[in-house]
T-cell receptor, first 114, second 111 residues
Framework: GAVVSQHPSRVICKSGTSVKIECRSLDFQATTMFWYRQFPKQSLMLMATSNEGSKATYEQGVEKDKFLINHASLTLSTLTVTSAHPEDSSFYIC??????????FGQGTRLTVV | QKEVEQDPGPLSVPEGAIVSLNCTYSNSAFQYFMWYRQYSRKGPELLMYTYSSGNKEDGRFTAQVDKSSKYISLFIRDSQPSDSATYLCATQQEGGFKTIFGAGTRLFVKA
């Protein structure tokens, strides 16, 4: 299957700083990528849909100014958590759609804000 | 009501047991049904993918979809400790874009 690489896998940052998470499609081009947030023992919550060359589409309740998404190329989408606070601590996962309804996920990034 | 309902468990079984994981959904427009496996602190990986009703088998795994009752199942035969993970069911509409995930069921297979 297709490979999606997400980096970093784990990051600890101080409250008030910004953190950038990268998601790369390694062996295919992805015009669209999805960003999810996952709380412990809960399912994936779609935050936004990243579109190459255009603005991201955010889900209701997700602050676009807080979670900045950039999809500058067909193989790279980034999520920047700005002015992070402890409540932003979570597991963030990106995915790229396959040819059908399947999705290929990155390894996830565990963000801890202290 | 959530669009996809899944019991979060945990479900604990002895090695070699047959495992049955289930989800129900509410939107009859869903046509694609997937099962993902997620190990702790990792991203989900696609396990099974079916379209519309019917069964699909892949090794020890069998996925079943019953659209009449809006019920989807994953069976694992001869379960192994390495099968211990969270299993997420997921659905998508025909021509749709968003994948709707269940809450995930945590499975523990004891040696």
């Amino acid at each position: 299957g297709a490979v999606v690489s997400q980096h970093p896998s784990r990051v600890i940052c101080k409250s008030g700083t910004s953190v950038k998470i990268e998601c790369r499609s390694l062996d295919f081009q992805a015009t669209t990528m999805f960003w999810y947030r996952q709380f412990p023992k809960q399912s994936l919550m779609l935050m936004a849909t990243s579109n190459e060359g255009s603005k991201a589409t955010y889900e209701q309740g997700v602050e676009k100014d807080k979670f900045l998404i950039n999809h500058a190329s067909l193989t790279l989408s980034t999520l920047t958590v700005t002015s992070a606070h402890p409540e932003d601590s979570s597991f963030y996962i990106c995915s790229a759609p396959g040819t059908g309804a399947e999705a290929f996920f990155g390894q996830g990034t565990r963000l801890t804000v202290v | 009501q959530k669009e996809v309902e899944q019991d979060p468990g945990p479900l604990s079984v002895p090695e070699g047991a047959i495992v049955s994981l289930n989800c129900t959904y509410s939107n009859s427009a869903f046509q694609y049904f997937m099962w993902y496996r997620q190990y702790s602190r990792k991203g989900p990986e696609l396990l099974m993918y079916t379209y519309s009703s019917g069964n699909k088998e892949d090794g020890r795994f069998t996925a079943q979809v019953d659209k009449s009752s809006k019920y989807i199942s994953l069976f694992i035969r001869d379960s192994q400790p390495s099968d211990s993970a969270t299993y997420l069911c997921a659905t998508q509409q025909e021509g749709g874009f968003k994948t709707i995930f269940g809450a995930g069921t945590r499975l523990f297979v004891k040696a």
